[in-house]
């Protein structure tokens, strides 16, 4: 049982943290560039793939680098504490993923590699709008009707799309991002979000066509929602430490506020609530790397289910205790909490998770995360 | 990073399992499992047999019948002891005075004391709290006054836990009036059979007597029984606290308790309301866990991990939450009374609320919750 991080690791969070911290520094930069045409940054773009990252959890065959998702968290995470609006979580960890985890060896090189180099962005197309995306085979090619909404990340070059099949199941095709008809915007914490509308759009199935992709699918968007958790975990980080920053050097009634002990003993819940967090999601993380996969779905809706709780917990009491300043767009910490909210609901909330665990919490005795099976033993 | 234990600590977590099986007996395992009474002599009955196995005090020095395993395994240590239902050894001998007296102690008063201390051939109570001192302990005032050879000592104690047992009391007693108040303090060993040594039960919201008055009234003690140096308590009292906070994070039991719960909930399980706080609670224990798991694996040299603080102050939260799960998986059937011979209302559920209540003591004792706070904004956060 070992909790740290080995020197690789600790290279590659300082190589992010000095990108992604010194481009960022000022929020102001963050805002500007997020407001920009493109929502992110090209170079930072570059840089980071030059550092490796936009190809972390690919195989080195593909033009990866062949990491898991300790290092996936520790890139997501540092991603969280700027609000860095460069899309790693949406075209690598969603996008990319989801070719790494259904993709023939053709694909993966094609489109893995084109993503790590830095010079085509993926996002994968899940939620469904009011008209699923169903997937047809006509002469000798497939097709597929339907709206997605939202697609985070929508605006990149290629869609992965999941879609029924005619025969049930899901399927995952590659789409052009150009043959559908599109709409971006900013969500409220201004991420960039899509409406993607399919009519009879021209798809390639990715893997082998007609198969069900489901489990494929489920393993993707498990460690998307991992790599939330992570980004959420570093934006709580950096909300709790500027909060105690403020409370100390901000003066009313002619002393700093954390002479008021109220305030202080909610600064003091927020910790426990991000370290209990901290724990189960690196728990998380190394049983998604370790274990097999419903063991690792299991951990990170336990995971997330916590970072919901926290995220909500951490988000409101940093904007209170700030007071007014953190209800403005352009102070970081109000920021963080619109951050945290989008990625509570990005892949299913908190009550959902909480229901999905409550409907198995018949079936064993206790948990006992020491365990290979988590469960508890009886005790007689 | 990597999840599961070595071969070395898994080995030593199955030894601990079969070892704690093994040595304590069934009925008093089976006891502590069903929430029955534990009486004093259970505990005297479980400690000696694990002292015998050296399961005791692995965590004294090992010339004091330490084992000098790793945090870690001293966690699953617990961890598996808790399991099993072993009564835990009395923490006022195992976790407060024991290491104070290995760490303070003349060698002289060590080998009169810490053998005894280990085995429960001396019943310690804890001679600490005053009417006027809480959570503000330095603010004591028991006196103890110097006369020839010995201490007079004079005042009042309470919250004594278990003090009807006590063979002797630890205690903390001013010893310099004019000093500042941190600094006048020494600590005493009073054999609880001496005259004016008076112990007044207190009755509590659960219907027990598990605490204490404890008067001394010219109380005449041997100068030989002061503790290190005269006026240093305040030290020894800083080392037995911080040593008391990391011990009473209750994560193994109250994962025992959850447990339990869950299987007496019956029909109550079909109730998606039900689940759906039972789910929360297991999540939320084990992120606790986990927690206590990290301040284990990275503890070094003996200091403190920074969430440390946290164990304590959640650890009694959700001890608290999970017994009044359990009140209200019992409904009605908790006023039940429990002195009832026949009832059709389970045992657990007629104990169910004088247990919710009497765990109300848990975010008081071992430093407040709110001293925990306190804690965590001053050296952790800085405020």
């Known amino acids: ?380 | 990073m990597r999840l599961e234990l070595s071969a070395e600590d898994q080995a030593f977590r199955e030894e601990m399992a079969a070892s704690f099986t093994r040595v304590v007996p069934e009925e008093i395992r089976t006891a502590v499992l069903e929430g029955q009474e534990v009486t004093a002599e259970m505990i005297r009955t479980s400690q000696k047999a694990l002292n015998a196995e050296g399961l005791a005090v692995p965590h004294w020095p090992v010339e004091w019948g330490g084992r000098g395993w790793t945090e870690l395994q001293r966690h699953l240590w617990h961890e598996e002891m808790v399991r099993a239902g072993v009564p835990s050894p009395l923490p006022f001998n195992t976790s407060m005075i024991g290491p104070v007296l290995a760490q303070f102690a003349s060698q002289e008063m060590k080998e009169r004391f810490l053998p005894a201390t280990a085995n429960l051939d001396i019943w310690w109570s804890q001679g600490f709290s005053e009417p006027d001192a809480g959570s503000d302990l330095a603010g004591l005032r028991t006196t103890a006054v110097r006369d020839g050879e010995d201490w007079v000592v004079n005042g009042q104690k309470t919250w004594t836990t278990l003090g009807q047992y006590g063979d002797w009391i630890f205690t903390l007693v001013r010893t310099d009036p004019e000093a500042k108040k941190q600094l006048g303090i020494s600590m005493l060993l009073i054999d609880m059979t001496t005259p004016g040594v008076e112990v007044r039960p207190i009755e509590l919201i659960d219907g027990g007597h598990e605490v204490n008055e404890v008067w001394f009234t010219d109380v005449r003690v041997p100068g030989e029984n002061l503790v290190g140096e005269v006026n240093q308590g305040w030290t020894m009292a800083k080392f037995l606290l911080g040593n008391e906070r990391v011990g009473v994070a209750p994560v193994a039991l109250v994962k025992r308790m959850l447990a339990s719960a869950k299987e007496r909930a019956g029909d109550r399980l079909d109730d998606p309301l039900t689940r759906a706080r039972i789910a929360e609670l297991e999540n939320q224990l084990l992120a606790l866990e986990l927690t206590a798991l990290r301040v284990v694996a990275h503890s070094a040299d003996g200091e403190p991990h920074p969430a440390s603080s946290v164990l304590k102050l959640r650890g009694t939260e959700l001890q608290q939450a999970v017994s009044e799960l359990a009140v209200d998986l019992a409904g009605p059937a908790a006023l039940v009374p429990g002195s009832l011979e026949q009832a059709d209302a389970p045992d657990w559920a007629r104990r169910s609320a004088p247990v919710y209540l009497n765990y109300r003591k848990a975010s008081i004792y071992g430093g407040s919750n709110e001293i925990q706070r306190q804690i965590i904004a001053r050296t952790i956060l800085g405020l």
């Open chain 1, 1 to 380: 049982m070992d909790f740290t991080h080995d020197e690789e690791q600790v290279a590659l969070r300082d190589a992010v943290r000095g990108l992604l911290g010194r481009k960022y520094a000022d929020f102001e930069e963050r805002r500007r560039t997020a407001r920009g045409e493109l929502g992110f940054d090209e170079t930072v773009w570059k840089q980071l793939a030059e550092m490796g990252v936009l190809g972390l959890p690919f195989d080195e065959e593909h033009g990866g680098m062949g990491a898991g998702p300790v290092e996936v968290g520790l890139v997501a995470s540092e991603v969280g504490r700027v609000l860095a609006p460069e899309p790693f979580l949406a075209a690598v960890v969603l996008g990319g993923g989801a070719v790494a985890a259904a993709g023939t060896d053709e694909q993966k090189a094609e489109l893995l590699g084109a993503l790590a180099a830095g010079e085509r962005r993926l996002a994968l197309a899940h939620t469904d709008g009011a008209t699923p995306v169903t997937a047809a085979e006509a002469d000798g090619g497939w097709m597929l009707t339907g709206a997605k909404e939202p697609v985070l990340g929508g605006d990149a070059e290629t869609l992965v799309v999941s879609a029924a099949l005619p025969g049930g199941g899901t399927g995952l095709f590659v789409v052009d991002g150009e043959a559908c008809e599109r709409a971006t915007g900013p969500a409220f914490d201004g991420s960039r979000v899509s409406r993607v509308v399919l009519s009879g759009t021209a798809a390639t199935p990715l893997g082998e066509p007609g198969a069900d992709a489901s489990a494929a699918l489920a393993r993707v968007l498990d460690l998307g929602r991992l790599a939330a958790c992570h980004e959420a975990l570093g934006g709580m980080e950096v909300a709790l430490q500027a909060t105690t920053a403020y409370l100390k050097s901000r003066k009313q009634f002619g002393v700093p506020l954390n002479t008021f002990q109220a305030l202080n003993f909610r600064a003091a819940d927020m910790y426990v609530s991000l370290e209990l967090t901290r724990s189960i999601v690196a728990w998380a993380t190394m049983m998604v790397a370790e274990s097999d996969a419903g063991l690792a779905h299991e951990a990170v809706l336990r995971a997330a289910l916590q970072v919901s709780r926290a995220g909500r917990h951490v988000g409101q009491e940093a904007i209170q205790l700030h007071g007014g300043i953190a209800m403005t767009a352009e102070y970081l910490v109000g920021n963080i909490t619109s951050h945290l909210t989008a990625l509570d609901h990005l892949l299913g909330d908190g009550q959902q998770h909480l229901a999905e665990l409550a409907g198995a919490v018949d079936g064993y005795p206790g948990l006992d995360p020491l365990a290979p099976t988590m469960r508890s033993a009886s005790t007689q």
